[in-house]
């Protein structure tokens, strides 16, 4: 069973960055798509960005620009670089993943993460 464990949410000030990482301890990752995701309280869980095994990726339109997503395949790693955070970016950001080679629907990822708290605010 694929286990995605999320690192690097914290408080920041609007305007900040802050890179949120995404691994997984016994499988690689090097041949799924892996996604974010975020929800806000009261919200429903919004995509973020997304990164094929060959490195494409797709953003939200809201966070094009300001967001990036980038793979580490030697230490199978996912990051989700943020810059220029506003507070309307905050949430509690998932890690999720399927084993496919294109960025999949929203409501086709397998496997999700427990998820990492992002707050802005000053």
């Known amino acids: 069973q694929l286990q995605l464990v999320e690192s690097g949410g914290g408080l920041v000030q609007p305007g900040m960055s802050l890179t949120l990482s995404c691994t997984a301890s016994?499988?690689?990752?090097?041949?799924?798509?892996i996604g974010w995701f975020r929800q806000a309280p009261g919200n429903d869980r919004e995509f973020v960005s997304c990164?094929?095994?060959?490195?494409?990726?797709k953003h939200r339109e809201s966070v094009k620009g300001r967001f990036a997503i980038s793979r580490d395949n030697a230490v199978n790693a996912i990051y989700l670089h943020m810059r220029r955070l506003k507070p309307e970016d905050a949430g509690t950001y998932y890690c999720?993943?399927?084993?496919?080679?294109?960025?999949?629907?929203?409501?086709?990822?397998?496997?999700w993460g427990q998820g990492t708290q992002v707050i802005v605010s000053s």
């Open positions: 999720t993943a399927r084993h496919i080679r294109y960025c999949p629907n929203d409501n086709e990822y397998s496997h």
């Open positions: 016994e499988f690689p990752l090097d041949e799924y798509a």
């Open positions: 990164i094929t095994w060959d490195g494409m990726t």
